[in-house]
């Protein structure tokens, strides 16, 4: 008989949960390390699932192919809440947007140019409308909480165990081997460590003498108070990108990773908000109601860090931004690269090995 596998994953997030609820689903003995149910990154997530504009075609393909890892999540997971609503965006330039859907539209994806009457039909209540804007009809939202939660409740249905209120503070190593994370509920050994913390995955990496390249960029995004339904879908204005959520908060940040929220947040926020009201119809009821500030675990080349650390045996990383629409790519791939023990050929191109050292 096999013996089962047992992984612990370090996070709660979108992509720790992901990589939870697929080893779990595969049979693996999973425990959850985290300080939060729902991850730092997570809850301040705009949660756009997309494959958009200034991607290579490598990583386009990957996107694509997390998009559709999403329908099959929603099969698995009945509830995880995915809405398919698709995007309305003008925030490129004439010839940035004859480039993007050019190049684009000619890989597959499903974009075209609509003009201000179908922008209007589609998103009534906008207080002003673009001459032309182009729309995806594929792209969509899912609301990162509550989808992280549903992974991590079916995980926890196939036996995982999960530690919440606990503190990962070091990797253990035996033998050049990762053996298992010391925590502030006490050590755990395990066949294998998947790091999916964000931006608290460096520290933690560093005691097992791994260094990851990432930066943490600042996003502050704003919350309204739930409301009537004011947007049908993603809207990408100039300087605003905006949505409205399944209980009915819209949404907003500069751009989709939010704005830099300097010294005084609470300012940056206020005028953010105004803003927001200036490009909708009969905001009188319209109140903001909390904003956030996400720091996003981002690879100093842009691109995610995935797959298993190479000269480190029993451990695995998954850090990156854009975690909601790579999470279900990132858990099925994963896994199957721990379980098997073979190199999973899409993660190639995300290896930490391309940083050297």
Same mark, same amino acid.
């Given at each position: 008989?096999?013996?089962?596998?047992?992984?612990?994953?370090?996070?709660?997030?979108?992509?720790?949960?992901?990589?939870?609820?697929?080893?779990?689903?595969?049979?693996?003995?999973?425990?959850?390390?985290?300080?939060?149910?729902?991850?730092?990154?997570?809850?301040?997530?705009?949660?756009?699932?997309?494959?958009?504009?200034?991607?290579?075609?490598?990583?386009?393909?990957? #996107?694509?192919?997390? *998009?559709?890892?999403?329908? #099959? !999540?929603?099969?698995? !997971?009945?509830?995880?809440?995915?809405?398919?609503?698709?995007?309305?965006?003008?925030?490129?330039?004439?010839?940035?947007?004859?480039?993007?859907?050019?190049?684009?539209?000619?890989?597959?994806?499903?974009?075209?140019?609509?003009?201000?009457?179908?922008?209007?039909?589609?998103?009534?209540?906008?207080?002003?409308?673009?001459?032309?804007?182009?729309?995806?009809?594929?792209?969509?939202?899912?609301?990162?909480?509550?989808?992280?939660?549903? *992974?991590?409740?079916?995980?926890?249905?196939?036996?995982?165990?999960?530690?919440?209120?606990?503190?990962?503070?070091? !990797?253990?190593?035996?033998?050049?081997?990762?053996?298992?994370?010391?925590?502030?509920?006490?050590?755990?050994?395990?066949?294998?460590?998947? /790091?999916?913390?964000?931006?608290?995955?460096?520290?933690?990496?560093?005691?097992?003498?791994?260094?990851?390249?990432?930066? =943490? %960029? %600042?996003?502050?995004?704003?919350?309204?108070? %739930?409301?009537?339904?004011?947007?049908?879908?993603?809207? /990408?204005?100039?300087? !605003?990108?905006?949505?409205?959520?399944?209980?009915?908060?819209?949404?907003?940040?500069?751009?989709?990773?939010?704005?830099?929220?300097?010294?005084?947040?609470?300012?940056?926020?206020?005028?953010?908000?105004?803003?927001?009201?200036? =490009?909708?119809?009969?905001?009188?009821?319209?109140?903001?109601?909390?904003?956030?500030?996400?720091? #996003?675990?981002?690879?100093?080349?842009?691109?995610?860090?995935?797959?298993?650390?190479?000269?480190?045996?029993?451990?695995?990383?998954?850090? *990156?931004?854009?975690?909601?629409? /790579?999470?279900?790519?990132?858990?099925?791939? /994963?896994?199957?690269?721990?379980?098997?023990?073979?190199?999973?050929?899409?993660?190639?191109?995300?290896?930490?090995?391309?940083?050297?050292?």
């Amino acid at each position: 008989m096999v013996k089962q596998k047992s992984v612990i994953v370090v996070g709660a997030g979108i992509i720790g949960a992901s990589v939870a609820w697929h080893l779990a689903r595969q049979g693996a003995a999973v425990t959850v390390v985290a300080e939060k149910n729902d991850g730092v990154a997570t809850p301040a997530s705009f949660a756009w699932i997309n494959a958009s504009w200034g991607n290579p075609e490598f990583y386009f393909r990957f #996107r694509r192919y997390a *998009m559709e890892g999403w329908k #099959r !999540l929603a099969n698995e !997971l009945p509830g995880i809440g995915v809405n398919w609503c698709g995007s309305i965006g003008w925030d490129l330039s004439e010839s940035e947007f004859d480039a993007y859907a050019t190049q684009y539209g000619g890989w597959g994806y499903g974009i075209r140019r609509i003009k201000r009457d179908e922008i209007e039909l589609r998103e009534p209540h906008l207080a002003h409308y673009p001459e032309f804007a182009l729309h995806v009809a594929e792209e969509g939202v899912v609301e990162p909480v509550a989808a992280a939660q549903r *992974m991590l409740a079916g995980a926890q249905w196939r036996g995982a165990r999960l530690l919440y209120g606990a503190t990962a503070s070091m !990797l253990l190593q035996e033998g050049g081997r990762v053996t298992g994370v010391a925590t502030t509920f006490g050590t755990f050994k395990a066949d294998h460590v998947v /790091l999916a913390a964000g931006a608290g995955a460096v520290a933690l990496a560093e005691t097992a003498g791994v260094k990851l390249s990432i930066e =943490t %960029p %600042p996003g502050l995004i704003v919350h309204s108070k %739930p409301t009537e339904k004011r947007l049908n879908g993603l809207v /990408l204005a100039s300087e !605003l990108h905006m949505r409205q959520t399944a209980e009915g908060r819209i949404i907003a940040g500069a751009d989709f990773g939010g704005s830099d929220p300097g010294a005084n947040q609470q300012a940056v926020a206020d005028t953010l908000f105004a803003k927001l009201k200036t =490009t909708l119809k009969d905001v009188d009821d319209l109140a903001l109601d909390f904003f956030t500030v996400g720091y #996003r675990p981002t690879p100093k080349d842009g691109f995610p860090i995935i797959g298993k650390a190479e000269n480190h045996e029993g451990l695995s990383i998954a850090v *990156m931004h854009s975690g909601v629409t /790579l999470a279900p790519a990132v858990g099925l791939l /994963l896994s199957k690269e721990i379980l098997s023990d073979r190199p999973e050929e899409k993660l190639a191109p995300f290896r930490l090995s391309r940083f050297g050292g």
